[in-house]
């Protein structure tokens, strides 16, 4: 069928923005729907996908699809368009068009140079391939390039899986398990969910599978303090909460107000009444000193590169430089420091990150381990038989795209060794200590 003729123009118009990488893809393109409402749901995903095809393949159109320069925004729109909608959709094109597009189409792109198929910046590729060996690396960014299925999750506390899919097939929507989340479901194309009964009443939440595994690895028990440090809008909040089967007390700390006040009708759905949304400042925040030593487990989803959810969000392997990594990785150091004092001895924290690079990982894990002689690396293979999850790993979970069908997730988990017992204070000792209260109440 043919696309009206004004699809490409607003194509070319939101990418003109995009491009500019001044902000999320998502967002700059929400934004323009809102201030052109005559585009209709279906126009709206027609552009949308067509700009995420331009994300995927942005080196190779940028180095194939220019007459002898770069891609005017036009012939990018108009190779976005082809690229997802065909050729044959688009209408009033110059022979010129046609015939360039047919000509890009006709390319085998398995014989392009390598960097023209991962289609992403140079120094990511070779950090990639430094990590992964050049044939595992090509393997990614191939499925890296691809869009993501849709997975949800069930609310244990509101429905079981086998009911809601007996319930998404009256829809008619198909679904099938997951092969790892026991909650999970992946669902056959991508219908909208927000109108549904189940999606209303809380039963089922949009979570990609490897997100839900790393709720579980955490294995928060009934009647636990727990806390998810890096909460954001609570998506692993929200499993966690259901996990404990709504009882205990679970913190969901994050320092943005914005993310966490995503959290709150999700919240509402759900039906939990164990979470308490907490705003901080940062990660020495005086509210999380009062809890030091008290919590049975931690999560910390640390903020990363993000390079592991590239399938949804083309945008972030174009929006950061190398140096962006660094950066994070100060970051990531800081938060597991300061939530790693709020454990108990014998607690346990999941550290994770939906990076692929090991500076983000591996990195930051054995950097915490060599200056906290009191944290043990727990192996993930014990971790994930403990909870059964059928997943071969060795000490820390990762998952990849290519290879379990998840966005990029690590995890490690790291348990607090048990505190020495109190020595009994002796009367001198008593004295000793008595001695500058004293002195400060004084003061
Ligand atoms: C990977 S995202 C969390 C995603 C979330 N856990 C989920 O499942 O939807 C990382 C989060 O860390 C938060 N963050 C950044 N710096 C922080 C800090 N110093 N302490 C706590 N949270 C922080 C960010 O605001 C962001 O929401």
Redo the contacts with the bound molecule.
């Keep these: 069928m043919r696309l009206p003729p004004a699809i490409l123009g607003s194509t070319e118009e939101v990418l003109r923005e995009i491009l500019r990488f001044t902000a999320p893809a998502d967002v700059t393109l929400s934004r323009y729907f809102k201030d052109h409402q005559r585009l209709g749901s279906r126009e709206r995903g027609v552009v949308a996908e067509a700009v995420y095809a331009v994300l995927r393949n942005k080196t190779f159109f940028t180095d194939f699809g220019g007459t002898g320069g770069t891609p005017s925004m036009r012939r990018l729109a108009l190779l976005g368009l082809a690229e997802t909608a065909g050729i044959e959709s688009l209408a009033g094109l110059s022979d010129e068009e046609t015939e360039f597009l047919t000509r890009i189409q006709d390319i085998d792109r398995a014989l392009l140079p390598p960097l023209a198929q991962a289609n992403m910046p140079q120094w990511l590729y070779d950090k990639l391939v430094a990590q992964y060996g050049e044939t595992e690396a090509q393997q990614l960014a191939a499925v890296l390039n691809t869009p993501a299925p849709l997975d949800l999750r069930v609310n244990s506390i509101k429905a079981n899986r086998d009911d809601v899919i007996a319930k998404l097939a009256e829809a008619p929507i198909v679904a099938e398990p997951t092969p790892y989340s026991p909650l999970g479901l992946r669902v056959k194309k991508k219908p909208t969910l927000q109108n549904l009964p189940l999606f209303k009443d809380g039963a089922i939440e949009v979570q990609d599978e490897g ?1 839900q595994v790393l709720a579980q690895i955490l294995a928060a028990r009934r009647g636990e303090m727990v806390v ?10 929200l499993a966690l909460g259901a996990t404990m089967r709504n009882t205990g007390r679970l913190y969901a ?4 107000e914005k ?1 966490l006040s995503k959290l709150k009708p999700r919240l509402a759905r759900s039906g939990l009444s164990n979470v308490h949304p907490v705003l ?1 400042a ?2 020495r925040d005086a509210k999380i000193k009062r809890l030091a030593g008290k919590i049975d487990r931690v999560l910390v ?4 590169s993000g390079l592991g959810t590239l399938r949804r969000n083309p945008d972030v392997k174009w929006r950061q430089p190398e140096s962006a990594v660094a950066e994070m990785q100060e ?1 990531q150091a ?2 597991l420091d300061g939530a790693a004092r709020l454990l108990k001895g014998g607690g346990r924290l999941v550290y994770a990150t ?1 990076s692929l690079l090991n500076e983000e990982n591996e990195f930051i894990v054995e950097q915490f381990i060599a200056s906290h002689p009191d944290f043990d690396l727990v192996p993930m293979s014990k971790v994930l038989a403990e909870q059964k999850i059928d997943l071969e790993m060795d000490q820390y979970l990762k998952l990849l795209p290519h290879k379990h069908g998840t966005d990029g997730f690590f995890a490690a988990v790291l348990e607090r060794k048990p505190m020495a017992a109190k020595k009994p204070k002796t009367e001198a000792a008593e004295a000793g200590d008595a001695a500058p209260a004293a002195d400060a109440a004084q003061a």
Excluded: L, Q, Y
């Design positions: 997100s998810d440090f890096c909460a954001g809008a609570g998506g692993k909040t700390f994050d320092v943005s993310r901080i940062h990660e989803d640390a903020p990363c970051k800081a938060i939906c």
